[in-house]
């Protein structure tokens, strides 16, 4: 308690002590008046006033009536018994007015003696003569004593009803005036809480202040990252746009006959495209970091295959600067983990690269482990260098973009990649620290969240999916992809329905619900996939429903609030497609590692599963619905739909193999400008060139 208070701003503490001794003080001046009325009160009740006035009159009455009992038994002696009951009354009466009303109005003064004395002397001469029986001569002669005490009686009644009437008006003068008290008390009471009223809601306006300010604050800083990212992606999609030509048109010389001065010019060029390229990506990546936009898309992964890519990388690196490589896996790890394989690759990459890039001799080793950190698996990566060693004063800025320590300016760099490495390690749960000092190597240590499943059994190079008995509806409104699909699904053994349309799909599964599962392209006109999902989980339809998307993952929420089962990006390969009709789990494609080509033709036909021919037919026919929708992107007005067909048109680019043109249509549909329609369209004519330049096709590999 001590603690928590001296941690309290001063302020803050100084406001409470003196909140709790104003309450102490106002407890203390309550008590206190409750105790002085409580004194005065008893004053008034304590002998019951009241009670003792009718005592009074009452003794008067019955000395009357005694007086009367006297007078009438000197003329009639029958009437003794009547005269000694009034005594035996009266005696009674006197006796408890004495020892009450009178004792408390007077005391043992004088004047209670002179009162009382007649009365009692006359109860003592008479006491024995009514006890033996009182003669006539005995009542001639209390005749007269009551004569003699009669004015006298009267007279002492009159004072003490005066006595008690004083009283009276005193005691109701003190219920006024502690009625006054209490009042006040009521008054100060009202006036100490609209005081600390008064505090409250000042406090609280001045918290309410201060969130607001705050409140502004933060959505200026969010404003001006938002401003910042669209800066930068304006940016990198004008720094892009050059540099895809610049490439494209580098390769396309590369490809020509050239002398080795033009070709290791030409080769350099092409060098700096992809190091600038890879640059702005690094650039683009910080400000996603930076504004909370970080998209994890988590997916099995093998450990052994992870650590074979890894080595196949480094290895060649390594012993052209004569370093020992190794890369060490654990037995302990897992062989198969679910996390975003794509960022913990990129995470290896920049830390084993630097590792090489700063070591001169020696060794660089790596091992990967897991370790549990009571709340799940942490995977590890422990990267050790014999390299320039890290002074400690420098390490506090080896995470921060855009610095570098004294030995990476020697050897060059951005001064992003650890800052992006460690972004995206606490974005999946962990972090990276270094344990370095100059001269002496360094430590990095990367860890992220994994879960450990098991690995699907490989599949045999000659095994074919099957889909024999399902029933599949294919809605995508492009119709190369759309062809592409059914395709797939019937050589697979499926029934396909195929249309262009959400809305077709609701009217052909409310005629027949009985499709096992429904392939929805997320941007269509009229109705897109997510919503199509969405009325079809409203009519009870169990089957499964997968949204295939050329953009980035939808959060996993709109997802399962739609009743999406899966996700498939584009552009999928064969096998992909059939496990995600089979509700089986899809393995992630590998991350490109280098500039996108301009024609993948032998990844799209191990993607696409289908012959030489068959792909040439695709990829034109796809080329031909590219450049229509390009036409119709120009003609459109509305922004909503020039980002749709751009979207649709990157789509038809990723699955007919032709990565380059998809990576500017990407841009296109985030970033349209008029120097992005000429680029692309320039890119376009390339990518066609290309694909012409390849008839005939036998120099194209079969899958």
């Known amino acids: 308690m001590l603690a928590f208070l001296l941690d309290m701003p001063r302020r803050v503490r100084t406001a409470l002590w003196v909140t709790l001794f104003v309450l102490c003080c106002t407890l203390a001046l309550s008590t206190w008046f409750e105790y002085q009325l409580r004194t005065q009160l008893s004053g008034v009740t304590d002998y019951g006033a009241q009670d003792e006035l009718w005592n009074t009159f009452a003794m008067n009455r019955e000395f009357m009536q005694f007086v009367a009992a006297v007078r009438l038994a000197r003329r009639d002696p029958g009437a003794l018994p009547e005269l000694k009951l009034r005594y035996d009354i009266l005696a009674g009466r006197v006796l408890d007015t004495q020892n009450g009303a009178l004792n408390s109005l007077f005391g043992n003064t004088d004047t209670y003696r002179r009162l009382l004395a007649p009365v009692n002397g006359m109860f003592k001469a008479f006491d024995p003569a009514f006890e033996r029986g009182i003669t006539p001569d005995e009542v001639e002669r209390l005749n007269r004593v009551v004569d003699a005490l009669e004015p006298n009686f009267y007279l002492s009644m009159q004072q003490i009803q005066s006595h008690f009437s004083d009283r009276l008006v005193n005691n109701e003068r003190l219920i006024v005036r502690l009625g006054d008290w209490r009042m006040a008390m009521l008054v100060l009471q009202f006036l100490l809480l609209l005081f600390f009223a008064a505090i409250a809601l000042r406090e609280l306006w001045r918290s309410e202040t201060r969130s607001r300010e705050l409140d502004d604050a933060r959505s200026a800083a969010l404003e001006a990252s ?38 290791r010019q030409l080769e350099h060029v092409l060098q700096s495209g992809n190091y600038l390229t890879g640059l702005i990506g690094n650039v683009l990546d910080v400000a996603k970091i930076e504004a909370g936009r970080v998209q994890l898309q988590e997916a099995p992964l093998s450990s052994a295959a992870v650590a074979e890519a890894l080595s196949a990388l480094f290895e060649p690196q390594a012993a052209a600067k004569g370093l020992a490589f190794t890369l060490t896996l654990d037995p302990g790890l897992p062989p198969g983990l679910l996390l975003d394989g794509g960022k913990w690759q990129q995470i290896l990459i920049n830390l084993i690269g630097n590792a090489i890039k700063f070591t001169d001799r020696g060794t660089v080793r790596v091992l990967l482990d897991c370790v549990d950190s009571g709340d799940g698996l942490l995977l590890r990566a422990m990267v050790r260098d014999t390299g320039l060693g890290i002074a400690p004063e420098e390490q506090d800025r080896l995470f921060n973009r855009f610095e570098q320590t004294a030995s990476g300016k020697l050897v060059g760099g951005t001064g992003l990649g650890l800052a992006i490495s460690r972004g995206y390690a606490r974005h999946m749960g962990g972090d990276i620290t270094v344990d370095s000092a100059a001269g002496h190597g360094s430590l990095f240590i990367a860890t992220v969240r994994a879960q450990p499943i098991p690995l699907p059994a490989p599949q045999r190079p000659d095994a074919q999916p099957s889909l024999h008995g399902l029933r599949v509806a294919i809605a995508e409104d492009q119709e190369i992809n759309r062809e ?157 739909e020039r980002r749709r067909h751009a979207h649709s048109a990157r789509g038809i680019a990723l699955q007919i193999g032709t990565p380059r043109l998809a990576h500017a249509l990407g841009e296109l549909e985030e970033t349209p400008t008029e120097r992005g329609d000429a680029a692309t369209r320039d890119l376009f004519r390339q990518t066609l060139q290309a694909l012409a330049a390849l008839t005939p096709l036998s120099h194209i590999p079969a899958p």
Request: proline letters at 5%; glycine letters at 8%.
């Open 226 to 263: 938002a401003a910042k990212t669209r800066f930068l992606a304006g940016v990198s999609h004008e720094m892009r746009t050059p540099l895809t030509a610049i490439i494209g048109y580098t390769e396309q010389a590369l490809a020509q006959p050239r002398d080795d001065a033009q070709r």
């Open 484 to 640: 592409l699909m059914r395709d797939i699904l019937l050589r697979a053994g499926a029934t396909v329905f195929d249309t262009d349309n959400g809305l077709s799909i609701l009217d052909e599964l409310g005629r027949d619900p009985g499709y096992d599962c429904v392939l929805l392209d997320y941007n269509m006109p009229a109705l897109d996939g997510v919503s199509t999902a969405r009325a079809l989980r409203a009519r009870r339809w169990p089957g499964r429903a997968v949204l295939i998307s050329a953009g980035l993952k939808p959060d996993e929420s709109r997802l399962s609030t739609a009743g999406i089962d899966q996700w498939l990006p584009k552009p999928f390969s064969t096998l992909a497609l059939v496990q995600a009709v089979r509700g089986e789990t899809v393995a992630p494609a590998a991350a490109a590692g280098t500039a996108p080509l301009l024609l993948a033709e032998a990844d799209a036909l191990a993607q696409l599963g289908c012959t030489a021919q068959r792909w040439y037919e695709l990829a034109a026919r796809g080329l031909a619905r590219i450049e229509t929708l390009l036409d119709q992107r120009l003609a459109e007005a509305d922004d909503g």
